[in-house]
């Protein structure tokens, strides 16, 4: 399916001549990565936006994607936007002197919001989509959507995601970048080649977080290591950073109240946490549900931990294609 649907993917980059991120910065020429699959119809009523979550390309919902899937796409117009810092839209990677490297601003979920909302009004000329769906960090953006722009989707669906990081994952993510920061190659982000090691010991520290504990007694160690360690060695250290940052920091109330933001959310949401999720926890989860006013709590039965928001086993994969499908739907 994955190769059907890379053919299907029409992958374009929209361009802004200068953009001010949440921190300050104002940075020229940047850049977001999106794919769009499926087709328009002509009132433009069929649109469903599927924010990235970490360092993921266009093909971050291929689980979701296809005729007979949630996001079927002989139905929906369907347009996947990549985070800022995933090495394809700007990111410290690929953009030059002086926000090189290290010297890239600090990025939020709002700043990845914003300029998605750019792309949507000002070059697809979309002022409405039918929803915003999102796994993980692009669950956290989905639920900022409903916040920064209350009337711009009809349904939200988050899954393995909450509205704010909370300070366990904020540590839990700290460990990581401090394994990845101890290669003497780092240099503090001013490498010259990649800090290969470190990069090793992020994947290696982040695995096990990933699953649950009970997944892990029915897997090899060290041919899941062997597979998630070279899954990471595609990245540069610095994106892989900043993306951290911006889920450490993430606050769809931005320091303020989050269940009088919670409760502003005017459309309907579908809230979908892994029950093994070690990430993003069900309990910070169901807290939050609490304070939105027409919610639908639909927990994934799943031992497959984070992963299980994304479809990380066929169970779960039918499970939330057909909870989110129906949903969708209005069901």
């Keep these: 399916m994955l190769s059907h649907l890379a053919l299907l993917a029409a992958v374009h980059t929209f361009a802004v001549d200068s953009f001010r991120f949440e921190s300050g910065v104002t940075v020229p020429h940047v850049w977001m990565e999106y794919a769009t699959f499926g087709h328009l119809n002509a009132t433009r009523t069929n649109v469903v936006l599927a924010p990235s979550h970490f360092m993921i390309d266009q ?6 994607l296809g005729p007979g899937q949630a996001l079927d796409t002989t139905r929906y117009f369907v347009i996947t936007t990549e985070m800022f810092g995933n090495g394809r839209s700007s990111s410290p990677s690929n953009t030059p002197e002086p926000f090189h490297g290290p010297r890239f601003p600090a990025v ?9 909302h750019q792309l949507l009004i000002d070059s697809l000329r979309i002022p409405h989509v039918a929803a915003i769906v999102g ?25 393995s995601g909450t509205a ?10 700290e460990g990581p970048v401090a394994a990845l920061e101890m290669d003497s190659a780092f240099r503090d982000g001013e490498y010259t080649s990649e800090p290969t090691r470190g990069i090793h010991a992020f994947a290696v520290v982040w695995s096990g977080w990933l699953y649950s504990q009970a997944w892990w007694h029915g897997h090899a160690v060290d041919s899941v290591l062997t597979r998630l360690t070279a899954a990471f060695a595609i990245n540069d250290a610095n994106n892989m ?28 949401v579908l809230y979908m946490p892994a029950e093994t999720d070690l990430y993003m926890p069900i309990g910070d989860a169901r807290d939050e549900a609490r304070s939105i006013p ?12 984070h992963p299980a928001g994304a479809g990380a086993s066929p169970a779960d994969s039918a499970f939330t294609n057909r909870t989110i499908g129906r949903f969708l739907t209005g069901q």
């Design 164 to 173: 704010k990081t909370y300070p366990h994952t904020i540590v839990m993510l």
């Design 241 to 268: 950073i900043s993306q951290v940052r911006t889920m450490q920091h993430h606050d769809i109330a931005n320091g303020g109240d989050l269940a009088l933001a919670l409760r502003a959310i005017r459309v309907p």
């Design 135 to 159: 796994f993980a960090m692009g669950g956290q953006q989905a639920l900022q959507w409903a916040v920064s722009y209350p009337d711009f989707a009809d349904r939200i669906v988050v899954t």
């Design 108 to 116: 939020t979920i709002r700043d990845n919001v914003r300029i998605a």
């Design 294 to 305: 027409n919610v639908t709590f639909v927990p994934i039965a799943s031992l497959w931990g």
């Design 59 to 64: 093909h971050g919902y291929d689980w979701l």
